[in-house]
């Protein structure tokens, strides 16, 4: 009786290509739902373009307008998001664990029957995109990052993760642009907190079982190192110092013995991490202080602990706590215990006279 | 037959586990599958537990905790961060997080860092410069006008008692401090009745109360809170030169243990957030929203309903950068809220706010630090952590009619706790304010 009812029957009728994993999390009475729709990020489109799509995301649909949507949602006890990063696309929901078809159905809709008004686009999805944008650009952290990777990765990776203004685009645009990567082979979906076999079920029964079959691949990205990007601006100064990480294990245990190491002062934020992309990875330290000067000595610090990094091994079991903070999943089993990194990139935004060029570091 | 549905669905809910030691302290522990843990020895006295003259010592000890040698080599050795956090009735005093597996490490910590007060609060300078930080973190929250105008509400709400004392302390007074005032704080404070070992993921329940009855802590009476005492009044900090005006009001509300406590919960969520800028806003339902949808006037409307252990605040928080508009956003803001008593708002804002209400409650936190807090938090006040079923049970409970009564009995004709700063030319004078909390007609 047990054997002949673990089999999933469900299973087989999920088009093969859109993965389904699951993940524990704590609670019972909430679920959340991820649907990836990977290559879909600011890397693949045109600068800006995969920023605008995400923030035309849940409005109007065929199935059901945006305005139905919300208040739906506000009865069943759901909240929804979708964001863009460099890689993906990510369509996000949030709900009491019975509202996991409607959720499941809606994102569907998303993916499989977005309207793209032109009138959404104008009142609606640019607004809160250059809204969006300005607020990320508030913060010279975010700002020094985006420099770092526009340095590091040039086009790919290297393109602004958010829309910039510099190029305008019709609805027209982003719906050829959801129409190209909208594909079953590109669609990842994320189930927290829900029985597998039920989502399955759900998804083949939804409009994700729909998705026009293919995928795209990713661009490869090419990397280069000894590069400054500087931009001077009032307020406090930050820099991030990085390289394209070809070694992740070791450079997150070097991402730890540097944010472990950099001296700790309770005005300077310093943090080290290693950001795995899809066919990259960037290593990178940034350092915010509101003082120049704290910042440029940080960061000469920074370099020269990058230049030689030994006894790396000790860093283990906190590289394995950053990991299970960010949500990445890196072995670093087989992690060197050494590193040198002679050249790297240095982006600063604020005061930058105060802080030394890559190539004098 | 057994149905699939069965087999699949029964997962194990995570319960949190309650047990009191024979010298008084709790132990308390949540299992979870998250991939990073946390376990921390919480104090049930926070910035209520000071006095004006030792204002902000609660949140200085946990940083002093959080920074020392011991910490920072955890940090860096074993993987255990090792944090603080600080409330008006609670103070987490040496928090670990830590990564699945790492769970021994953590105990470790703990201990050593408890076994290392004493000495840690001997280091005179040590204590100065963690003083001097402190003072600065304080000056620094006056900055951020939503937390800092909700802040002044409350200390004007319970002005004269130590419920109005900054839960961060005052910059003036952390500056002055030394390591003879975390003494005699710790003297009164630190006793087992008045702490609890709390712990979400993967820690092991026996294994803490191992850990518990292992930590070497002063046994005591439970120290009590001084009684609050609310009074309307209004604090104003003008402030042209910020490009918005900040206004926080609110009334007083039924303890968290009160048996109409949900309904205020409610009635907080069917108003709820409301963000100008944000995505979605124009599609909400709730009818202040849709108000100053129609009318942009305002940036940002937040209901809250701050609890405490005997009271509670119910009330919003206001932001516009159309100053000449303030007037009409509050006016407008305080009508809306006398619809809560007159009963005219509908059964579906109603189920809105209670699904809204119980998506915010069953919501794990986002790190395991916070929610052990919240677990912490929800222990000292009622002496465990209210099941999902019961806390589902308690808002499904809450009808038209209880919040209603609630309304009129918390809300109508009561006096508020106004605070404002910004360009708040335009924020009337309190007896104006005071008259929209009644009608001319019912």
Known sequence: MFARTSIRSFSTTVPKAVKVTTVEAPGSGV???????????????????????????????????????????????????????????????????????????????????????????????????KTEAAAANSSPEFKALEALHAITFRTGLGKPLYYDGSKSYTSEDIAQYAKSVFLDGNVEVVGSNVVEADLKKFISESPLSKLPAGETSPA????????????????????????????????????????????????????????????????????????????GALVSQAAKLLKQAKGLSKYKALATYNQAVQGSSIDISAAKDSVSVPKFNLAVVGDVDAVPYADEL | ??????????????????????????????????????????????????????????????????????????????????????????????????????????????????????????????????????????????????????????????????LALPTHGKADTLATLESMDLKSFLGKQFVASNLALVSVGEAKHDDLVKLASELSVPEGSKPAFEPFHFLGSDARLRDDTLPAAHVAISAQGPAPSAADYYAGLVAAQINGLYQAKGLYTSF????????FNANPMTDEFDHFSLGYSDVSLWGAYLETEHIEYLDEVVHFTLKNWNRFSAGTFTETELEQGKAALKLKLLSPAKTAAQE???????????????????????????????????????????????????????????????????????
């Not at chain 2, 909400?284 to 108000?291: H, K, N």
């Not at chain 2, 809450?398 to 809300?411: D, G, I, T």
Request: proline fraction near 4%; glycine fraction near 6%.
């Open chain 1, 31 to 129: 679920s959340s739902l991820k649907v990836i729709v990977k290559n879909a990020g600011s890397k693949a489109s045109a600068p800006g373009l995969a920023h605008l799509l995400a923030s035309s995301s849940f409005l109007n649909t065929e199935a059901r307008s945006g305005l139905r949507l919300k208040r739906e949602s506000e009865l069943l006890g759901g909240e929804y998001k979708a964001t863009v990063t460099r890689d993906s696309l990510v369509l996000e929901a949030k709900f009491l664990k019975e509202a996991l078809p409607y959720y499941v159905t809606a994102i569907g809709d998303v993916l499989t029957g977005t309207l793209f008004r032109p009138h959404e686009l104008a009142e609606i999805a640019l607004p809160y995109s």
């Open chain 1, 220 to 295: 490869p990205q090419k990397s280069v190192a000894g590069q400054d990007a500087r931009i001077r601006q009032a307020g406090p100064t930050s820099a991030a110092i990085g390289v394209a990480a070809s070694d992740v294990a070791t450079y997150s245990l070097l991402a730890a013995y540097a944010k472990s190491s950099l001296p700790a002062s309770s005005s300077a934020a310093v943090d080290a991490k290693v950001v795995p992309y899809d066919g990259a990875a960037l290593f990178y330290i940034s350092i915010t202080s509101p003082s120049g000067a704290e910042t």
């Open chain 2, 1 to 162: 037959m057994l149905s699939r549905r069965f087999f699949s669905s029964s997962r194990q809910v995570a319960k949190s586990v309650v047990t009191k030691l024979p010298n008084g302290l709790t132990v308390v522990s949540k299992p979870g599958p998250q991939s990073s843990s946390s376990i921390g020895l919480y104090l049930n006295s926070g910035s209520r537990s000071e006095n004006p003259f030792n204002s902000g010592v609660s949140t200085l000890v946990g940083s002093v905790v959080a920074s020392s040698k011991a910490a920072s080599e955890a940090y860096a050795l074993s993987g255990v961060e090792v944090s603080s956090s600080n409330a008006k009735e609670v103070t987490g005093l040496a928090v670990t997080s830590f990564a699945k597996g790492n769970a021994k490490e953590a105990f470790k910590t703990v201990k050593n860092l408890v076994a290392n007060l004493e000495t840690l609060l001997k280091n005179e300078s040590y204590i100065k410069d963690k003083a001097a930080e402190a003072s600065a973190f304080a000056e620094a929250f006056e900055t951020k006008p939503k937390p800092m105008v909700i802040e002044h509400m409350i200390s004007t709400a319970f002005q004269g008692t130590s």
């Open chain 2, 284 to 291: 909400q339902g709730s009818q202040l929203a849709q108000f």
């Open chain 2, 372 to 442: 052990a807090e919240k677990l912490a938090t929800n222990t000292f006040l009622h002496g465990f952590e209210e099941s999902e079923a019961e806390i589902i049970k308690s808002v499904d409970d809450v009808s038209h009619k209880k919040v209603s009564q609630w309304a009129q009995k918390y809300l109508y004709d009561q006096d508020i706790a106004v605070a404002g700063t910004g360009q708040i030319e335009a924020l009337f004078d309190y007896n104006r304010l005071r008259n929209d909390m009644s009608m001319m007609r019912w």
